[in-house]
């Protein structure tokens, strides 16, 4: 059955800086993760953009935060804004960079943000209407992988070295249950008994039990044959600024394994990896063996070092004999 529609892409051409773009128009839902710089995004999308999902701070992965808050201004709004630490503290001082004399008059935006701290996440708010202070809300003990869930995808993420703490993300769209409409329109239900019936052969838990229509009992797989069809998800991994040491690779690899595309960073050419450790970024063929081991669908590589300018073709090229499926 097809996919669900989840828009995917690159911000930037892949010498530039990093970034990933998820629209799910369905849903209203436009993700980035990371916001270095973001100039060539149109700037209605911009105005869409409801969750930032950030690796780290260095300056080329967060730099377009203040692009991204001009083209939010006037328009009520809230974005969520995930990351690791210390990303609250970060956002802050960008927001205290400007004045906020005016802003009674503006509509209110609000910056929820959630990160991940030694083992906990904390929960910090940044409102227009208080000049962006830095409100702590609450922090909680980190037991999950899931930094962001709700009823239609999750995102994931491993803390990973890249000689500070970064974050590696996933972005799974869940399998869906989906009526079969041609099917289900000869059923006497309506309205409200319509959304019982689809949550009654949703929930795997009434295997053997049964539904009664007209007065008649009929079981769930029965049912569940005729009126309904799975709507399989698709996951989505990015993956950046890293090492390639053991503890990441396995963290890696158990972060983004089955990926139907796995973006991630191919820094250097092999010749340069005493380089690529030194600065604690990846090299083509490591990327590819992520890429490999982790039985990625497709991987599409980014984040080239300007010292190929000109010749970045042969990254790809040194990819492709361990992995081929790459662009
Ligand atoms: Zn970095
Ligand atoms: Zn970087």
Same mark, same amino acid.
């Given at each position: 059955?097809?996919?669900?529609?989840?828009?995917?892409?690159?911000?930037?051409?892949?010498?530039?800086?990093?970034?990933?773009?998820?629209?799910?128009?369905?849903?209203?839902?436009?993700?980035?993760?990371?916001?270095?710089?973001?100039?060539?995004?149109?700037?209605?999308?911009?105005?869409?953009?409801?969750?930032?999902?950030?690796?780290?701070?260095?300056?080329?992965?967060?730099?377009?935060?203040?692009?991204?808050?001009?083209?939010?201004?006037?328009?009520?709004?809230?974005?969520?804004?995930?990351?690791?630490?210390?990303?609250?503290?970060?956002?802050?001082?960008?927001?205290?960079?400007?004045?906020?004399?005016?802003?009674?008059?503006?509509?209110?935006?609000?910056?929820?943000?959630?990160?991940?701290?030694?083992?906990?996440? &904390?929960?910090?708010?940044?409102?227009?209407? +208080?000049? *962006?202070?830095? #409100?702590?809300?609450?922090?909680? $003990?980190?037991? %999950?992988?899931?930094?962001?869930?709700?009823?239609?995808?999750?995102?994931?993420?491993?803390?990973?070295?890249?000689?500070?703490?970064?974050?590696?993300?996933?972005?799974?769209?869940?399998?869906?249950?989906?009526?079969?409409?041609?099917?289900?329109?000869?059923?006497?239900? &309506?309205?409200?008994?319509?959304?019982?019936? +689809?949550? *009654?052969?949703? #929930?795997?838990?009434?295997?053997? $039990?049964?539904? %009664?229509?007209?007065?008649?009992?009929?079981?769930?797989?029965?049912?569940?044959?005729?009126?309904?069809?799975?709507?399989?998800?698709?996951?989505?991994?990015?993956?950046?600024?890293?090492?390639?040491?053991?503890?990441?690779?396995?963290?890696?690899?158990?972060?983004?394994?089955?990926?139907?595309?796995?973006?991630?960073?191919?820094? *250097?050419?092999?010749?340069?990896?005493?380089?690529?450790?030194?600065?604690?970024?990846?090299?083509?063929?490591?990327?590819?063996?992520?890429?490999?081991?982790?039985?990625?669908?497709?991987?599409?590589?980014?984040?080239?070092?300007?010292?190929?300018?000109?010749?970045?073709?042969?990254?790809?090229?040194?990819?492709?004999?361990?992995?081929?499926?790459?662009?």
């Amino acid at each position: 059955m097809a996919k669900p529609r989840v828009k995917h892409y690159l911000v930037n051409e892949k010498y530039e800086d990093p970034g990933l773009v998820i629209e799910i128009d369905s849903l209203g839902e436009y993700i980035l993760f990371d916001v270095g710089n973001i100039r060539k995004l149109d700037r209605h999308l911009l105005r869409k953009v409801n969750k930032i999902f950030i690796t780290h701070t260095h300056m080329d992965h967060f730099i377009g935060f203040d692009h991204l808050l001009r083209n939010k201004l006037g328009r009520e709004q809230t974005v969520e804004v995930f990351g690791i630490n210390p990303l609250a503290e970060n956002l802050y001082c960008k927001l205290q960079g400007y004045t906020w004399n005016l802003v009674e008059f503006e509509p209110r935006i609000v910056f929820n943000l959630k990160q991940y701290n030694s083992g906990l996440f &904390e929960y910090y708010s940044y409102d227009i209407k +208080k000049k *962006f202070a830095r #409100d702590f809300i609450k922090e909680e $003990k980190a037991d %999950t992988d899931v930094i962001y869930e709700n009823q239609y995808y999750r995102v994931r993420y491993a803390v990973l070295d890249h000689k500070i703490p970064v974050m590696g993300y996933s972005f799974e769209y869940k399998d869906r249950l989906l009526l079969k409409k041609d099917s289900i329109k000869d059923l006497p239900l &309506e309205g409200r008994q319509i959304g019982e019936f +689809k949550s *009654f052969l949703a #929930d795997e838990n009434n295997r053997g $039990k049964s539904f %009664t229509i007209d007065g008649r009992e009929y079981g769930w797989e029965e049912l569940r044959e005729k009126y309904s069809y799975v709507q399989e998800g698709i996951k989505i991994s990015y993956i950046t600024d890293v090492v390639f040491s053991e503890e990441n690779f396995k963290k890696i690899i158990n972060l983004v394994k089955g990926s139907d595309v796995l973006y991630c960073e191919a820094v *250097f050419l092999p010749e340069d990896r005493e380089q690529a450790s030194k600065v604690y970024h990846l090299t083509a063929d490591q990327t590819a063996l992520i890429a490999k081991e982790a039985g990625v669908k497709k991987l599409v590589v980014f984040h080239f070092s300007r010292r190929y300018a000109n010749r970045w073709d042969r990254i790809i090229e040194e990819i492709k004999p361990i992995f081929p499926n790459v662009e």
